[in-house]
Every structure is written in C-alpha cells, then in structure tokens.
C-alpha cells in the first residue's frame, strides 16, 4: 500500500523569505499524481499544485514550485517571498494513476500535514 | 459557483444519536468521497462512490453509512455516534473518466463533529 510521510510537524518561515516543506511517499508504482493542499484557519482545502510522475519537469504556480525527486520518491514544497496569507497547515497528498474505472477508484491518500507559519 | 456544499458546519451530539452529514456538488461529478481529519492523522478516507448507486469502504469505515441515489448527493450517516467519531469531516468530489484522469479533488468546507 501507498504511505505518504510529512516528517516536519511544523515551520516558521520570515516575510519575505523563502521554506521548503518536506513529502516522500512509498510506492511500486510508476505511474501516479502528487498533490499539494493548503488548509489555512478557515478549514477550506486549497489545491496548491499538481505533479503528474511521468512529467519530469517540476510543477510551478507562481511563488509555489516543487522539487520532484521521482527515484529518491520526494516531492517537496517551495514557497518563494513568502506571505503572511501564506499561513496553513500543508498536506502532501498521492494518487495512483492506474486505470481502473477511468482511474475512478484510485483514492488521494494524504500525509499528515506541516503547520507553516509566517512571521512578519 | 456552489462547487461541493456540506452542511452543517458544526454539530453536537451525544453518545449513541444518529445523524447525517449533508454533501452536495453541483459540477456533475461523478467521483464522491468523505473524508475525516484528526489531529497528526492528516485525512483519512471513510467511504467513496464513483457514481449514482456505486459505494465502496474506504480506510475508516467503520460506524459510518453511505448511500448515492443521485449524482448530486452523498450523505454520510452515523448510526450510534461514539466519542471516536469526533472530528472534521470533508465530502469532496472531482471528475472521472479518460478525459479527467489527473483531476484534484473539490473539498466542501467541513464539519466539525463534537460527539459527547
């Protein structure tokens, strides 16, 4: 079975500055989808980015970009300038890509989350 | 733009009540889940359905109910609420087939379950 490991609980990251938040995940699998999610104090879950595993060009969304490691099996979060709105709890999140049902049945399993904070 | 709408946003129940947690989208997906999130666990799955009348266990089944009459609708139910099943609760939906196999989930905005 797929695990997905966050080993920071939490960070702190200055205004302006840039954070890593680390994700590596366990599969025999080839082919799959790596997702970040924001969940800021609102509870809301926010889609950050997407990595598809057969792309080996790294995801990017404006001051968020990541850094996949497809045979290390790491997917790390950059948030670059980073703002105080920035604050959330992160959640790395996998999806296998195999073809069942059109890929139906494949459920996003998520690791345990790293708490950002902001300090301005 | 509703998107996936859960209701309701917070309840309180006492040990053994019944009740259901609301989940509607609006984006004819045909993908629908529920998850819960409890502290340092992240998100667990609890039940899923890929389509009207289509249900399946997820990792956390226990104590929980799911049925999809409609498309537009998954309700999750608790027959005998325990103290364990205190949580948040996420309903999310997303696209399926050819054309959307690398689709995100759509997250409702939670309830915060409370059970005495």
């Known amino acids: 079975a797929q695990t997905v490991t966050q080993s920071q609980p939490e960070m702190s990251v200055q205004e302006a500055e840039t954070v890593t938040l680390s994700c590596t995940y366990d599969?025999?699998?080839?082919?799959?989808?790596l997702f970040w999610y924001k969940q800021p104090p609102s509870r809301q879950m926010i889609l950050v980015i997407r990595?598809?595993?057969?792309?080996?060009q790294n995801a990017t969304e404006n001051r968020f970009s990541v850094n996949f490691q497809k045979a290390a099996k790491s997917f790390s979060l950059k948030i670059s300038d980073s703002q105080l709105g920035d604050a959330a709890m992160y959640f790395c999140?996998?999806?296998?890509?195999?073809?069942?049902?059109?890929?139906?049945?494949?459920?996003?399993?998520f690791g345990t989350g790293t708490l950002l904070a902001v300090q301005p | 733009n509703a998107g996936v709408t859960q209701t309701p946003k917070f309840q309180v129940l006492k040990t053994g009540q019944s009740m259901t947690l609301q989940c509607a989208q609006d984006?004819?997906?045909?993908?629908m889940s529920w998850y819960r999130q409890d502290p340092g666990m992240g998100l667990r799955l609890i039940h899923y359905?890929?389509?009207?009348?289509?249900?399946d266990q997820g990792e956390v089944p226990n104590g929980y109910n799911v049925s999809r009459s409609t498309t537009e609708d998954f309700p999750l139910r608790l027959l005998s609420a325990a103290p364990s099943q205190t949580s948040v609760y996420f309903c999310?939906?997303?696209?399926?087939?050819?054309?959307?196999?690398?689709?995100?989930?759509?997250f409702g905005n939670g309830t915060r379950l409370t059970v005495t």
């Open positions: 999310a939906s997303r696209e399926s087939g050819i054309s959307s196999y690398n689709s995100p989930l759509h």
């Open positions: 599969t025999s699998e080839s082919d799959y989808y």
């Open positions: 990595q598809e595993a057969y792309k080996q």
């Open positions: 999140a996998y999806r296998s890509a195999i073809w069942n049902y059109g890929g139906a049945t494949n459920k996003l399993i």
């Open positions: 984006m004819n997906h045909e993908y």
């Open positions: 359905s890929v389509g009207a009348g289509i249900t």
